[in-house]
C-alpha cells in the first residue's frame, strides 16, 4: 500500500504565499503522475495542478499564472507553491498520485492524502 502526508497548509492574506508538500511511502515501483485537487465547502473536488513523470504539468486556469506543482523523484515528494492567493483558494487541498506498486505491477493504483486547509482572507 501507499502513505501520503500532507503539509504546508494554514491561513494567509490574501496576496500571500503558501507552498504545500506532499510525501509518497510504502511499496512503490514507479509514480506516474502526483496531483493536487481542492475542494472548497459546497463545491465538487476540482484538478489544481498534476505533473506526470516526463515532468508534463498541467493547470486550473483559476491557478494558471500564480501556482507551480513540482515533484522530486528521488524523495516521491510533490509541491504545490502558491503565490498571489485570493479568497477564493480557500479549501482543502488533496494530494493525489496514481503510482505502479510492487504487489500488482501491471495494475497503476491511485492514492489520497488526508487533506490539508488552506485559507486566505481578504
Known amino acids: 500500500q501507499v502513505q501520503l502526508v500532507e503539509s504546508g497548509g494554514g491561513l494567509v492574506q490574501a496576496g500571500g504565499s503558501l507552498r504545500l508538500s506532499c510525501v509518497a511511502s510504502g511499496s512503490i515501483v514507479r509514480i506516474n503522475v502526483m496531483a493536487w485537487y481542492r475542494q472548497a465547502p459546497g463545491k465538487q473536488r476540482e484538478l489544481v495542478a498534476q505533473v506526470t513523470t516526463g515532468d508534463s504539468t498541467n493547470y486550473a486556469d483559476s491557478v494558471k499564472g500564480r501556482f507551480t506543482i513540482s515533484r522530486d523523484n528521488a524523495k516521491n515528494t510533490v509541491y504545490l507553491q502558491m503565490n498571489s492567493l485570493k479568497p477564493e483558494d480557500t479549501a482543502v487541498y488533496y494530494c493525489?498520485?496514481?503510482?505502479?506498486?510492487?504487489?500488482?505491477?501491471?495494475?497503476?493504483?491511485?492514492?489520497w492524502g488526508q487533506g490539508t486547509q488552506v485559507t486566505v482572507s481578504s
Open positions: 493525489y498520485v496514481r503510482v505502479v506498486i510492487s504487489t500488482t505491477p501491471g495494475l497503476p493504483r491511485q492514492y
